[in-house]
């Protein structure tokens, strides 16, 4: 089955410490998205790639870092820069072209304690 | 500056009443509008989109939703609610970046 994989659903870290969360998908789109989940803020774009190798920040980018060397994968790691890190994330992805319905997955939990 | 508001951060329905939340967008043209639903500690589904054409949307799960250009809203809708529709709301628009409301947290009572 098609669809986006997030790893692992709960994260746990130690403040000062890098963590970087797995974003897959197999449904050959272009696009992928890194948004955090605070309880009453909605979704909050951190990160978005539109083609391989290639990627744009969002509206709260500092403190992130993401990658994009493979149309499949967009890993999103959490930097010790980051001053509020616990949160909820979300991965997404569409297609450039057509719909713009964007595929969520699963999400990660991340505590940092 | 585009925004989207759900004017409604909690809605309390009775099962098998009518439940019916507001979306209000500012953007600068028309833009694709979604209404996803999301369960807790879950990620996001999708219950219905708009591009063009017919202005009422039909979804899963008999959810409905009216596009009304006059009024830049979007408003979902369904009928009669069962206690499964206990979930956060979630309205967005835009063009392949979207832009999310807040969100609105519905709960059933018996």
């Known amino acids: 089955d098609g669809g986006i994989t997030q790893s692992p659903k709960y994260l746990f870290r130690k403040e000062g410490q890098n963590v970087t969360l797995s974003c897959e998908q197999n449904l050959n789109h272009d696009a992928m998205y890194w948004y955090r989940q605070d309880p009453g803020q909605g979704l909050r774009l951190i990160y978005y790639?539109?083609?391989?190798?290639?990627?744009q920040k969002g509206d709260i980018a500092e403190g992130y870092s993401v990658s994009r060397e493979k149309k499949e994968s967009f890993p999103l790691t959490v930097t010790s820069a980051q001053k509020n890190p616990t949160a909820f994330y979300l991965c997404a992805s569409n297609v450039v072209l057509g719909s713009q319905e964007q595929f969520f997955g699963p999400g990660t939990r991340l505590t940092v304690l | 500056a585009q925004s989207v508001t759900q004017p409604d951060i909690h809605i309390t329905v009775s099962e098998g009443a009518s439940l019916e939340l507001r979306c209000n967008y500012s953007y600068g043209a028309t833009p694709y509008l979604f209404w996803y639903v999301q369960s807790p500690g879950q990620g996001l589904q999708l219950l219905l989109k708009?591009?063009?054409?017919?202005?009422l949307v039909q979804g899963i799960k008999g959810f409905e939703a009216e596009f009304k250009r006059s009024q830049s809203s979007f408003n979902l809708r369904k009928p009669s609610v069962h206690w499964s529709d206990a979930a956060e709301y979630f309205c967005?628009?835009?063009?392949?970046?979207?832009?999310f409301g807040a969100g609105t947290q519905v709960v059933v009572t018996p």
């Open positions: 790639s539109q083609i391989v190798n290639d990627f």
């Open positions: 967005a628009v835009g063009w392949g970046k979207l832009q």
């Open positions: 708009y591009f063009s054409g017919d202005t």
